[in-house]
C-alpha cells in the first residue's frame, strides 16, 4: 500500500492574495494620512476665521494664507471690467463678478465682489479710466481647478473657477495670484443687488469611514484566504 501525496500548498493563490492584502492595508493608510490632512485643513480654516484681518501684502507672506481676512485696496474696482461665473447661493440661481487688482509689487489678484441674483439683469457701470481707491476686507482662497467636465466659458460666462482664464479674459497681463479674495464686504455699497459673501469652508471627511472600510476589506480577504486555504488541504487529505 502507497503511501498518499502530501498536499501541495498553493503558492499562486498565496501571491495573490498577499498582493491583494498589502493594496488594501496601503489604501487603508492613505485614507487615515487623508483624515489627518483634512483636520489639519479645518483647525487652519477655523484658526483663521477668528483672527483679526491684514493687510493683502503681509497675509501673502504667510506659510499659509488661504482663510485669512485680509485689507485690500484696489484701484477702481468698483468700476472694473468683470467676468461672470454662474453660480447658485442659498438656492437662488445666479453670478458671481470676479475682477482683477494689480498688487504693487505682485501678481495681480482676482477678487470675487460678490453675487448677483439671475432675477437682476442690470449690472454695475464699467469705466475703465475710473481710479478711485476702494478698500475691501475679504477672504484669500485658492482658486480649484475647474473639473474636466466644466463647460468652456462663453460670452465672458465662466462655469468654473478657471483663474487663468479669467485673467485673460479680464486682458490681464503679467503673473497671476494663485488666491482669490473674495469680498465680504461690498465694493458697491450704492448698489444692493450685488451681495458681497465668501463661500463657506465646507469641507467633508468621510476619510477615517473609507479606512474602516479598506480594512476590512483587508481582514475579510485574510478570512477568505484561510477558509479557502483550510478546504483545499482538508480535501486533498480525503482525496488521498
Not at 501541495?8 to 492613505?30: H, Q
Not at 473674495?182 to 451681495?195: E, Y
Not at 469641507?203 to 477568505?224: D, M, P, Q
Not at 486555504?229 to 487529505?237: P, V
Amino acid at each position: 500500500m502507497t503511501s498518499a501525496a502530501r498536499p501541495r500548498f498553493p503558492i499562486i493563490l498565496t501571491i495573490l492574495a498577499v498582493l491583494l492584502l498589502g493594496v488594501l492595508l496601503a489604501l487603508g493608510v492613505w485614507q487615515v494620512q487623508r483624515m489627518q490632512w483634512k483636520e489639519g485643513l479645518i483647525a487652519g480654516a477655523e484658526a483663521a476665521a477668528g483672527q483679526p484681518p491684514l493687510p493683502l501684502t503681509e497675509a501673502l507672506k504667510l506659510e499659509n494664507p488661504e482663510f485669512r481676512r485680509v485689507l485690500l485696496t484696489c484701484r477702481g474696482l468698483a468700476a472694473a471690467p468683470y467676468v461672470e461665473l454662474q453660480s447658485i447661493e442659498n438656492s437662488d440661481a445666479g453670478v458671481r463678478l470676479v475682477s482683477a487688482c494689480a498688487v504693487e509689487g505682485g501678481p495681480t489678484l482676482l477678487v470675487d465682489r460678490g453675487f448677483v441674483s439671475a432675477e437682476t439683469s442690470a449690472r454695475p457701470p464699467v469705466n475703465v479710466d475710473d481710479t478711485m481707491p476702494v478698500v475691501i476686507t475679504g477672504v484669500l482662497r485658492r482658486a480649484p481647478a475647474p473639473s474636466a467636465l466644466t463647460p468652456p466659458p462663453a460670452e465672458g460666462r465662466f462655469y468654473g473657477r478657471d483663474a487663468e482664464a479669467m485673467a485673460r479674459a479680464l486682458k490681464v497681463e503679467g503673473p497671476v495670484s494663485p488666491f482669490t479674495v473674495f469680498a465680504v464686504t461690498s465694493t458697491n455699497p450704492d448698489w444692493g443687488a450685488l451681495k458681497p459673501s465668501a463661500p463657506p469652508a465646507a469641507f467633508t471627511n468621510n476619510h477615517l469611514g473609507y479606512a474602516l472600510t479598506w480594512f476590512g476589506l483587508a481582514v475579510a480577504l485574510i478570512a477568505f484566504y484561510a477558509v479557502l486555504l483550510r478546504r483545499r488541504m482538508t480535501r486533498k487529505d480525503t482525496e488521498s
